[in-house]
Each structure stands twice: as structure tokens, then as C-alpha cells.
């Protein structure tokens, strides 16, 4: 069973346009650090029995090892372990991006290895965490789980940073030069504290079906919300000659509701992998 893709995403289309120009501040964040163990900890929260027990159980744990497939080992690794993290949708096709095969022996025969491999490799990658997930679900290998969830967490959240999913992932193209990090790590610095309530923000989980057909989705919504991140760029730049404070307060006003929507959405469409999983694995008793 899918989830109700369509009436969300008509719920998000409706709040694009207004987005950025809404002036009440709120809480923002972005894909650092701190905000993938916020991610991983809120997904917890969205399961249900017997999921969740198993699941708050290890929240820690969960939330602490978010951040281990990061930017140590995509250094160490190269530029494969970092096609791992991102899907440039607007490298391979044009918006609504039907034209891309869903499966990746097609996208490979249509594309090329390389032309792919520099767009990422992100729904695969994540197709392939969960199929080990599912798979020490069904051996009933618990102590395997948390941590694959774990790590599952950090490319699903990954999915739902809007500058993962574009060849424009710096504002390079656009006058937003450096907004990748600004917007994934600065800010997130500067205002961790005010997201911590990211869990209440989430819906419960729900059954995602496949996998990569699930990904391609948040993928394609998080795509949305580019040209909003970017014009929010803009406006908080504006009259300023520098990144200080006045622009991570402009550019929190902004851009923070766009974030933190994003965040939560992670959170539970992360959730609904897991359960997912437990689904497929034959609900394994848990625990």
C-alpha cells in the first residue's frame, strides 16, 4: 500500500508560493550533524506497536549513529560513497521527472554509468539499506537492526534536503553560491535548540510499498522547494555584504518553516520504511 502522495504533495505546492514571504519566525534547521540524530530519533516516534517499543528503546542509539555514513567516510571513500547521498532529478530529466527509469539497470542503459553515477545513486542506495533491513528483520537478528535503521536514516533524511536533489546544489548556477553549506550546516548550528519538538511535527508511519518508487517520490517533493530556498537566500541577502548574524536571522525567518517541514517529513517517511520492512520481513515478532 502506498502512501497519499498526491494529497500531500498538493498540500506542499499550496504553501510554496508562501513560504518565504511568511515574516513570523520559526524554528529552522538543515542537514548537519545535529539534524540527522533529530531526524532518526522523531522517526522513532512514528512507528507503531510493536515497532515503537523496540524502537524508543534504542532512540539513542538510533540517533547517534545517524551521522556515520557522513562527510568522514564520502572523504575516505570517494566520489562513489558520495553519489550515495544525492539525486540531481534536473540532471537526468525536466520536472515532473517521469522520463527517469525507477529501476537501475534501466537508468544505466538510458543514461550511461557515469552520467548516473554523477546525477547519484541515492533511491538505490537506499533500496539496498532496506533490503538489509528486511533481511535481519526476518532472521530475527535485533541486534543488527538499530543500527541498519540507523544508517537507512541518514540517506532517507539525505532525500529530503532540497539541494541533494538538483544540479544547482550550491546556488552556483543562481548568485546563491555557498548556500549549501550555510543552509546545511551553519544555520543548523546557530539554531538547533528551537527544532528540538521535531517529533511533533511528524504523522504516524505508514506501509511506503516499494521502496524505490517511495524514494522517487520525497525525492521529486523535496525538488519543490529548491527555487523557495534559494529566493530565501536572496531576500536574506539583501542590503548585507556579508554571512553574519543579520543574515542567519533573515535567512532563519525565512527559510526555517521550509526546513523544518522537510525535517519532519524525513522523520516519517524514514518511519515508514521501517515498518516497511518489519512488514516484509513477515512481522517477525519483535522483542
Not at 84 to 111: C, G, M
Not at 154 to 171: E, F, K
Not at 202 to 224: E, N, Q, R, W
Not at 228 to 253: C, I, Q
Amino acid at each position: 500500500m502506498g502512501r497519499p502522495i498526491q494529497a500531500r504533495r498538493r498540500a506542499r505546492c499550496a504553501l510554496v508560493g508562501a513560504l518565504v514571504f511568511l515574516a513570523s519566525p520559526v524554528p529552522a534547521g538543515a542537514w548537519g550533524a545535529e539534524a540527522h540524530v533529530l531526524i532518526n530519533r522523531a522517526a522513532c516516534t512514528t512507528l507503531p506497536e510493536p515497532l515503537r517499543g523496540f524502537f524508543m528503546r534504542y532512540q539513542a542509539l538510533i540517533g547517534e549513529h545517524a551521522v556515520d555514513p557522513g562527510p568522514e567516510s564520502s572523504e575516505q571513500q570517494g566520489e562513489a560513497e558520495r553519489a550515495r547521498h544525492r539525486f540531481r532529478l534536473d540532471a537526468l530529466d525536466r520536472f515532473p521527472f517521469r522520463e527517469i527509469p525507477r529501476t537501475y539497470d534501466a537508468a544505466v542503459a538510458k543514461y550511461g554509468r557515469e552520467k548516473l553515477e554523477g546525477a547519484g545513486v541515492l533511491p538505490w542506495r537506499i533500496a539496498g539499506l532496506y533490503g538489509e533491513l528486511v533481511a535481519a528483520m526476518r532472521a530475527s537478528d535485533w541486534k543488527r537492526v538499530p543500527l541498519l535503521a540507523a544508517h537507512l536514516g541518514h540517506t532517507v533524511a539525505d532525500g529530503h534536503q532540497p539541494l541533494r536533489t538538483t544540479v544547482n546544489h550550491d546556488g552556483q548556477h543562481t548568485g546563491n553560491a555557498g548556500i549549501h553549506t550555510r543552509f546545511e550546516d551553519e544555520l543548523v548550528r546557530r539554531f538547533q535548540a528551537e527544532y528540538q519538538d521535531l517529533a511533533a511535527f511528524t504523522h504516524p508511519a505508514k506501509p511506503a510499498g516499494d521502496p524505490v518508487a517511495f524514494t522517487f517520490d520525497f525525492l521529486i517533493d523535496s525538488y519543490v522547494w529548491v527555487d523557495n530556498l534559494l529566493r530565501a537566500d536572496a531576500l536574506a541577502r539583501k542590503g548585507l555584504h556579508e554571512h553574519g548574524e543579520a543574515y542567519y536571522r533573515a535567512l532563519h525567518v525565512f527559510a526555517g518553516r521550509l526546513a523544518k517541514l522537510s525535517m519532519a517529513q524525513a522523520a516519517t517517511d524514514l518511519g515508514s520504511l521501517w515498518y516497511s520492512a518489519w512488514i516484509e520481513a513477515g512481522r517477525p515478532r519483535v522483542p
